[in-house]
């Protein structure tokens, strides 16, 4: 099958996609899931933040929609803790689009969201729920998930399968290891970069929405440091 790419380029507010990626996603939601938030000393949440991650989220959706317009029958595929609240506004607009989400980074048992207000926490596990399909790369972190749709929507739980607004969810677990032979032949300055010394090619900044050939709709945040 011939491989036909479209990369499309999403203009973004540069104060939105600050707050977006440099205090809603990374600092917060990341430090959140590895339970590295430090809340004694960092007890209040940036709802500034929170609105300009919510933007940049409506914004990656509305392309997705669009290029749903164009292949009607295309999967959508969104990546990682950058995304958590897209597929719910792509679902309000394509109710019986096919949609999946998989999170690369670990998920924690149900009172590690207690650092996020309790809409905020809702709205991030109905925005994974808005998928048909939700994957894990551990076992644990789909049961912590599955333990948390429980949790914090109430939501109705049979084995791996979840039931939010009529329809059934399916969660998954990919374990996904490294070639340990390739990875022992690694020496040290192929794998020692510091600031300023990458090789051509490392820490630039990638498309983040790619449709092949009208199958896939595939939507990640990839940016500089």
């Known amino acids: 099958e011939e491989d036909q790419r479209e990369t499309i380029l999403l203009a973004q507010n540069r104060h939105d996609y600050d707050l977006f990626y440099n205090v809603a996603a990374n600092p917060t939601l990341w430090f959140v899931q590895h339970m590295l938030w430090n809340l004694a000393f960092t007890p209040d949440f940036d709802h500034g933040a ?3 991650y919510e933007r940049v989220n409506a914004n990656m959706a509305r392309a997705v929609v669009d290029t749903l317009d164009r292949s009607p029958d295309a999967c959508v595929f969104f990546q990682d803790y950058h995304l958590y609240l897209a597929p719910s506004f792509v679902r309000r607009k394509r109710p019986d689009g096919v949609m999946s989400h998989f999170v690369h980074i670990p998920w924690p048992e149900t009172d590690a969201w207690s650092v996020l207000p309790p809409e905020i926490r809702c709205d991030v596990f109905a925005g994974l729920l808005a998928n048909d399909v939700v994957g894990f790369h551990a076992d644990g972190w789909r049961r912590n998930f599955l333990r948390g749709c429980v ?13 939010q607004a009529g329809r059934l969810r399916l969660v998954t677990a990919h374990p996904i290891g490294i070639d340990t032979a390739e990875f022992d032949t690694f020496n040290e300055e192929r794998v020692r970069w510091f600031p300023g010394e990458a090789p051509v090619g490392q820490g630039t900044l990638m498309p983040p929405l790619q449709r092949r050939a009208g199958f896939r709709v595939s939507m990640g945040v990839i940016a500089e440091a």
């Open 50 to 52: 929170w609105s300009a």
């Open 151 to 163: 949790d914090v929507l109430g939501s109705h739980v049979d084995g791996i399968f979840v039931e």
